[in-house]
């Protein structure tokens, strides 16, 4: 099921999905008040109206594992890892938020996350087994590849709409690639001492970025501004 939490009260509301096989993930549609829950084992989402909670069913590619959301175009992105197939047969569905229509786009091998800025209309995936990341135009869903020669298992996006950076970090090689989404560069930042560094976030206020680091049980921070960093550890 779906537990629906009143921001305001705390109260809870259980959604039961009776078609719902390994829900993994879940993305906020602000500009339709619909949620979009990705069931792996089903190929599927499940697609939630805020206001009366009913469900209604978009099909997917296989093996679904990230989704996003533009609420300015409304659209939203589902990675579809296909990892149990051979390269490169993983895939982004576009959903159209209004009517639910899909349209596919193919990305790299192992496509694990995904990111989008709202700005520029740009969505980033992280390909993981083809360590690249693809970038889809949202307005013609055409694809540019870009390559970190420093990077190793890209595994996670995070996307600065203020600065126009997008922050991608390498599992296995204690970085992160930082793209200039004006011109597609990239800037490797190295994360001494860290291992397995695996999510990220964006204070795009204050322009710092928080990469979380499972292997090294601690927390990087990156200066928007100059890329320097500080490890900071609980």
Known sequence: NVTAIDGGSDERTNITDHRANY???????????KIYALNEFNDSVSVIDGLTNKISYVAVGYEPWAIA??????????????????????????IDGRTHKTKVVQVGS???????NPVTDKIYIANVN????????????????????????????????????IYVPNLNNHSVTVINGANNSVTNVDLPGATYPMFAAVNSVTNKIYVACPGSNNVYVIDGNTNAVTAVSD
């Open 23 to 33: 829900s993994v993930a879940a993305v906020v549609d602000q500009a339709t008040n």
């Open 69 to 94: 959301a533009n609420p300015v175009s409304d659209k939203i992105y589902v990675v579809n890892t296909q990892k149990s197939m051979p390269p490169p047969y993983a895939t982004v569905t576009v």
């Open 110 to 116: 192992i496509a694990v996350a995904v990111g989008v």
């Open 130 to 165: 083809s360590n690249n990341i693809t970038i889809i135009d949202g307005a013609t869903n055409q694809t540019t590849t870009i390559n970190d020669p420093k990077g190793s298992s890209p595994i996670y996006v995070a996307a600065n709409p203020a600065t126009n950076r």
